[in-house]
């Protein structure tokens, strides 16, 4: 599916009753393994970044992928943000068991606003970035910039592809779970409902 799509029309998507329905945009004649591929606006990405963090702290992070939705601004200086699991890392920075599976985030958001690919490094956190997020909040006053995250925290423990930054089209829209995830059109009569 193209960055941007002039087939792209409103449509009603869940998957199951787990998530949603949400309003995204979709191509009718692109699907992936049979399941839709939706785009959401940044409004809905945090609806289901707030879904998918609930469910985990339910159900578990080792059968859960989480969304998070980070802000910042153009002109704050960079940030280090902290995103815990109940998941037990393998080993912390001393050989022991202790600390939870838990990813540093950090952003130099100036970077980000002038578009540099390497502006947002996602690592396991540690101890020493655990301290970094302490000291170092968000400030600044202007524009606010958003990085979004999807992390799969059952990989986490044996690559360091379970995580990545999900970046909007040039509509601003975001494909969470797409090509991933068993997103349908969802049920008129429910999705009326919500």
């Not at 390497?118 to 540690?126: D, E, F, K, L, V």
């Not at 995250?149 to 990989?155: G, R």
Request: net charge negative; charged share 30%; aromatic share 6%.
């Amino acid at each position: 599916m193209s960055d941007t799509d002039a087939r792209l029309t409103h449509m009603r998507v869940c998957i199951d009753d787990t998530l949603g329905p949400y309003d995204a945009q979709v191509d009718p004649t692109f699907r992936w393994n049979g399941w839709q591929v939706p785009r959401f606006t940044l409004d809905t990405v945090r609806q289901i970044a707030a879904r998918t963090q609930e469910m985990a702290d339910e159900y578990g992070y080792d059968c859960i992928d989480t969304i998070h939705v980070i802000e910042g601004r153009v002109d704050s200086r960079d940030t280090v943000h902290i995103l815990d699991s109940d998941l037990k890392r393998d080993t912390d920075d001393e050989g022991e068991d202790r600390e939870p599976l838990g990813l540093a985030v950090r952003v130099n958001w100036r970077d980000l606003n002038q578009g540099a690919e390497q502006a947002t490094t996602i690592a396991i956190a540690t101890r020493a970035a655990r301290k970094a997020a302490r000291r170092r909040k968000p400030s600044g006053k202007g524009a606010v910039r958003t990085v979004v995250l999807h992390i799969s925290w059952q990989w986490l423990n044996e690559s360091d592809t379970g995580a990545d930054v999900v970046e909007p089209n040039r509509d601003g829209l975001y494909g969470i779970g797409a090509c991933a995830w068993t997103w349908h059109e969802a049920d008129p009569d429910t999705a009326a409902a919500e």
